[in-house]
């Protein structure tokens, strides 16, 4: 089974931070994607990576950075952390090519104070 | 701009009472449409893919259809461990970015 871990399940963090958050795939997946989900709005795209070293905004990238220096890991990095970013973060992965699932780790529960 | 609609937001069923939960979409040339299954402090764990209308896919107590603008999952007498949000999303053109749905929060109670 594929396996997607997430650093942390929960973290607290202030306003102003630096905040890193980091994921991990077992399984030679080429796409690594990070979601935030939010009560009422489902889930929104914040980068996804198609290859090392590789990455493109989604749908929200503001306030938002990436790095995948390795294959099997994908990390997002908050600048300066603010309230707003208070959210539950997803990382997912899947092979390339054709029509494939998205394997989501546990997610992040991320408070800004 | 792809759009997917999941319908109801939420749903109250008591044990062995069927039921469906609806996804429709507007996007320019499905390739396809996946369903997933989320607990409730757990990320969305796939279940399904369907790849073209008349498409039809089953597991345990579930199962999925598809036509060219809408998708069922149909629930066959649930159990209360089915409770959960249920996702949809498309995937569409040459994208391999999908499009989500914001998903129907189920609880079935004994």
């Known amino acids: 089974d594929v396996k997607v871990t997430q650093s942390s399940r929960y973290l607290v963090k202030r306003t102003g931070e630096k905040v890193f958050l980091e994921c991990v795939q077992d399984m030679d997946h080429e796409n690594m994607f990070w979601y935030r989900q939010d009560p009422g709005l489902g889930l929104r795209l914040i980068y996804f990576?198609?290859?090392?070293?590789?990455?493109e905004k989604g749908d929200i990238p503001e306030g938002y950075s990436v790095s995948r220096e390795k294959k099997e890991r994908f990390s997002l990095i908050l600048e300066s952390a603010s309230t707003n970013q208070t959210s539950m973060y997803l990382c997912a992965s899947s092979l390339a090519g054709g029509l494939q699932p998205q394997h989501f780790g546990d997610g992040t529960r991320l408070s800004i104070l | 701009e792809d759009q997917v609609t999941q319908s109801p937001e939420a749903l109250r069923l008591q044990e062995g009472e069927s039921s469906s939960l609806n996804c429709s979409y507007t996007?320019?040339?499905?390739?396809?449409l996946f369903w997933y299954r989320q607990d409730p402090g757990k990320g969305p764990e796939f279940l399904f893919t369907l790849y073209s209308a008349g498409e039809e896919k089953e597991k345990e107590r579930l199962k999925a259809t598809l036509t060219k603008k809408e998708s069922f999952l149909h629930i066959t007498a649930p159990k209360p461990e089915d409770s959960a949000t249920y996702l949809c999303a498309v995937q569409a053109g040459g994208s391999y970015i999908p499009t989500f749905g914001r998903g129907t929060s189920l609880i079935v109670h004994p």
């Open positions: 990576s198609y290859d090392v070293k590789m990455k």
């Open positions: 996007v320019s040339g499905l390739r396809g």
